[in-house]
Nanobody, 125 residues
Framework: QVQLVESGGGSVQTGGSLRLSCAASGYTYSAFCMGWFRQAPGKEREGVAQIDNTGGATYYADSVKGRFTISRDNAKATLYLQMNSLKPEDTAMYFC??????????????????WGQGTQVTVSS
């Protein structure tokens, strides 16, 4: 069965960095767009970044452009999110998700058919 397992979350101070990983299994990883999403307490889940199946195209939310970098290693079936210059407003549970297509489409939660359990990121001022 499809499994997505995130890791790498933690607590950092403003301006710090974290690298999230998402290990995928149970399907042909290289055939699907993948994405990172986040949800803060009391807020709706929102898109952070997406990457197409080859890694050749990436998409970012305006709030993270220039600070976050999404990448993937298809040989290792792993998705990454390098987060630099973190701000308190980046505090949230971060989820990886599989898009039900090799193409990414809109950076929204709908259209993603499998989700990981999430990893917490906390940024203190």
């Amino acid at each position: 069965q499809v499994q997505l397992v995130e890791s790498g979350g933690g607590s950092v101070q403003t301006g710090g960095s974290l690298r999230l990983s998402c290990a995928a299994s149970g399907y042909t990883y290289s055939a699907f767009c993948m994405g990172w999403f986040r949800q803060a307490p009391g807020k709706e889940r929102e898109g952070v970044a997406q990457i197409d199946n080859t890694g050749g195209a990436t998409y970012y939310a305006d709030s993270v452009k220039g600070r976050f970098t999404i990448s993937r290693d298809n040989a290792k079936a792993t998705l990454y999110l390098q987060m630099n210059s973190l701000k308190p407003e980046d505090t949230a549970m971060y989820f990886c998700a599989r898009r039900a297509s090799r193409w990414c489409g809109q950076l929204v939660p709908s259209g993603n058919d499998y989700w990981g359990q999430g990893t917490q990121v906390t940024v203190s001022s």
